[in-house]
């Protein structure tokens, strides 16, 4: 491996700001991407088309929730491999979960493309949306497979300590994905006029371009983890692998499913108050997404650079990356909510209409609930120190105490007494608790001496405790 992808020497502090940037700066291009996109359907085809796509959307976050586990499992899997030198073991466990993520998305694939409009129909899409959003969804499955490879590689990059080349390659990819949606909505120049789906097949040809051109890059510079014609031996499936992706992924994967059902609690909470309420903390959340964009970018980069630690046993270096990575994200985290408090009329107005209940509202709950999100940062950070070892179900169990164990019950119990206001002090009291937890799983939990190795290890030795 190219000594500059290491990331088990030098400063670390500079080596994880360095990891993570890419990894902020990709996450803020999907969320701008997913705007642009949302923008051209909604203002040029209108609002039953737009509910198409957020309905179809629903969809394909579960499905992405998952990948997400199991991109991350084969991160740590590599990453933990090559920190210990284990260049070989690292290509066999990229040879097999390529063969299971390609099987994997091709029956996802044609199950999705045949039971999306069952499942949208059970969702009660609205009848004006439902052919759109079945238009929308079978392209999107269609394209399945090409996109998860394409996911699949990023995460084995990252894993091997590159973070800049997935970004590239991805700011490629919404570059594509931008131009090609209105040329493929309206079809302009000799480009049919495809609609809604139009917007399907420019993500799907824009990451499948993406994907091809990513791995043509990996063959020309020749590295490391490629599968030369010689060891394609490599792609029959060893289970070991297979069960580890799985049983490591899936938990992974839930993390994000327990997140959204959260929010799907809470909205249902806020509803009560009207219109304004709602469009108040829709005006807030817009802003959060990208609030807690950096420590979202922070726990992968901790989770890449100390499972290369976990692997080369170096305990000390993973203590490290731990302390730097919750400095960064504090500092990070609490920069961007400096900001919104000081300009939070300018932020929350970019939502909702100047001089409305709604700002002042939204105003109102981002001063209290805001904040929160540094301590969940913290503990996002914590998480992806400890999976690093395969430790998932801890920071799963963490999770859904604090957002669905305490969270939704106490603004549940409190919104009659306190009003909306609950559900405001809802956010930091949760935050509170995972913060707290987390912090205790990571001094006193057993993870350190959790393996996460399908193969057999060379180096057995137990870590002491920090």
Same mark, same amino acid.
């Given at each position: 491996m190219r000594?500059h !992808?290491?990331?088990?020497e030098g400063?670390i502090?500079r080596g994880l700001?360095?990891?993570a940037l890419p990894?902020?700066y990709?996450n803020?291009?999907?969320?701008l991407n997913?705007?642009v996109?949302? *923008? ?6 209108g /609002?039953?088309a ?13 499905i992405?929730?998952?990948?997400? %586990?199991l991109?991350m ?5 590599v990453?933990v491999y090559l920190g210990g030198?284990?260049?070989?073991d690292a290509? !066999?466990?990229?040879?097999?979960s390529?063969? $299971?993520?390609v099987?994997l998305s091709l029956a ?9 409009e069952p ?10 949306s439902?052919?759109l959003?079945?238009?929308?969804l079978r392209v &999107?499955?269609?394209?399945l ?7 699949f ?6 894993g091997?300590g590159?973070?800049k080349t #997935? ?7 919404v ?5 090609l949606?209105?040329?493929?909505i309206?079809?302009l %120049?000799p480009?049919?006029?495809l609609?809604?789906?139009?917007s399907?097949?420019a993500?799907?040809f824009?990451?499948?371009?993406? *994907? *091809? ?7 020309r510079v020749? !590295?490391?983890?490629?599968l030369?014609? !010689? /060891?394609?031996? =490599?792609?029959?499936?060893?289970f ?11 938990? &992974? ?8 059902l959260?929010g ?5 909470l806020?509803?009560?108050? %009207?219109t304004?309420?709602t ?5 807030a $959340?817009q802003?959060w ?6 420590? *979202?970018?922070?726990g992968?980069?901790?989770?890449? &650079?100390a499972?290369q630690?976990?692997?080369a ?6 203590s490290a990356?731990?302390r ?10 609490g ?5 919104? /408090?000081l300009?939070s009329t300018?932020a929350?107005?970019?939502?909702v209409?100047a001089?409305?209940?709604a700002l002042?509202?939204?105003e109102h709950l981002n001063q209290?609930a805001?904040w929160s999100?540094?301590l969940?940062?913290?503990s996002?950070?914590l998480?992806?120190v400890?999976r690093?070892?395969?430790?998932v179900?801890?920071p799963?169990?963490?999770?859904a105490v604090?957002l ?14 306190? %009003?909306a206001?609950?559900?405001w002090w809802s956010?930091?009291i ?5 913060v707290?937890?987390?912090?205790l799983?990571?001094r006193?939990?057993?993870?350190r001496?959790?393996?996460?190795h399908?193969?057999?290890q =060379?180096?057995t030795s137990? #870590?002491?405790?920090?």
């Open positions: 000594r !992808h290491s990331l088990t400063s502090s700001l360095l990891f990894i902020l990709g803020v291009l999907q969320s997913t705007s996109n949302a *923008f051209w359907i909604g203002r040029f085809l /609002e039953a737009l509910a198409a796509a957020s309905n179809a959307n629903s969809v394909v976050f579960l992405w929730a998952g990948i997400y %586990g991109s499992a084969s991160t740590i899997l990453g030198k284990r260049v070989e290509k !066999h466990a990229v040879g097999t390529t063969t $299971f993520f099987l996802t694939a044609v199950l999705g493309a045949v039971l999306c499942i949208l129909v059970l969702m009660k899409t609205p009848a004006a439902l052919p959003a079945v238009a929308y &999107m499955f269609v394209a497979p090409l996109s998860f490879m394409y996911v590689v990023m995460s084995v990059l990252r091997a590159d973070s #997935p970004f590239l390659f991805l700011l490629m990819s570059v594509l994905d931008v131009v949606n209105p040329v493929l309206f079809g %120049g480009f049919p006029r609609g809604i789906a139009g399907a097949w993500t799907a824009a990451q499948s371009v993406t *994907f *091809f051109a990513l791995v043509w890059h990996l063959y020749k !590295h490391p983890l490629r030369g014609a !010689h /060891e394609l031996d =490599r792609l029959k499936l060893d070991a692998v297979v069960r580890t992706l799985v049983v490591k992924g899936v938990p &992974m994967g839930l993390q994000l499913v327990v997140i959204s959260s799907v609690l809470m909205i249902t806020v509803n009560r108050f %009207g304004d309420t469009a108040a903390y829709g005006a $959340f802003v997404q990208y609030v807690q964009m950096p420590a *979202f970018a922070i992968m980069a901790v989770s890449s &650079m499972a630690n976990v692997g046993q170096k305990w000390d270096r993973v990356v731990a730097a990575g919750v400095l960064f994200s504090v500092l990070l985290t920069t961007i909510v400096l900001l919104i /408090e300009f300018k929350l107005g970019i939502f209409p001089g409305s209940v002042r509202t939204a209290i805001a999100f540094i969940l940062g913290v996002m950070v998480f992806g400890v690093a070892t395969g430790a179900m801890a799963l169990a963490i999770l604090s669905l164990g305490v969270r939704f019950p106490l603004a549940l119990s409190l919104v009659d007494a306190w %009003g206001d609950a559900i956010f930091p949760s935050s509170s608790v995972a707290v937890l987390a912090a799983y990571y006193f939990g057993g993870w001496s959790l393996q996460i399908p193969l057999p =060379r180096n137990v #870590p002491a405790t920090d």
